[in-house]
């Protein structure tokens, strides 16, 4: 059954890249740059991470989602917005300080929690302009993408605090991110 959670997730993170994916295409998704910068960088944290704790098929939809990202980042070279703000300039900084607490300590869980934080203020630039722009976001793939979040972490089969946390956190991030273009849709429908 752990197997089936863990395609199934992948299954739903990959599919969440194809509505993205085209729609930058289609010049209708505008991502923010650095924040898919930053994305790839922690995907990247979470994965090995991952690795490094024995995750089995949990770590099937975190891989699928890194290639994801960074496949979406290096589109937004082109067809994104947003620039280096401090808090971008914060979040990378954090990316690397965590890849060096990691290595110095070796403890992937401390590098995981660390990559969190980091996520957190990651996602604001996109959080806030969902909410502002909401148009400018595909919500239907980060709908895809938190099911995913979901399913693998259902794909764990136990719970294990480390191999719980990084699932449930792409979970929580997706959504948050869909809630932000509701409320940002609401707001734009009550102003016309």
Request: proline letters at 3%; hydrophobic letters at 55%; glycine letters at 8%.
């Amino acid at each position: 059954m752990q197997e089936i959670l863990g395609y199934s997730s992948a299954i739903f993170i990959t599919a969440s890249t194809i509505p993205y994916i085209r729609d930058i295409l289609l010049k209708k998704t505008k991502p923010e740059r650095m924040t898919w910068f930053i994305w790839s960088i922690l995907l990247l944290i979470a994965f090995f991470a991952q690795l490094a704790e024995g995750a089995s098929w949990s770590l099937l939809a975190t891989g699928v989602d890194c290639i994801a990202i960074i496949i979406i980042f290096i589109l937004s070279l082109k067809y994104g917005v947003g620039g280096a703000t401090k808090l971008d300039i914060f979040a990378i900084v954090g990316a690397g300080v965590g890849l060096i607490i990691w290595y110095l300590t070796k403890e992937p869980l401390l590098a995981l929690l660390i990559t969190i934080a980091i996520d957190i203020c990651a996602a604001l630039p996109t959080i806030i302009k969902t909410y502002k722009k909401p148009h400018t976001e595909t919500l239907s793939a980060y709908v895809l993408c938190a099911v995913g979040g979901l399913l693998s972490a259902f794909s764990v089969g136990e719970l294990n605090f480390s191999l719980l946390v990084f699932p449930i956190w792409i979970f929580i991030l997706n959504y948050s991110i869909v809630i932000s273009g509701y409320f940002g849709n609401k707001v734009l429908k009550h102003k016309s």
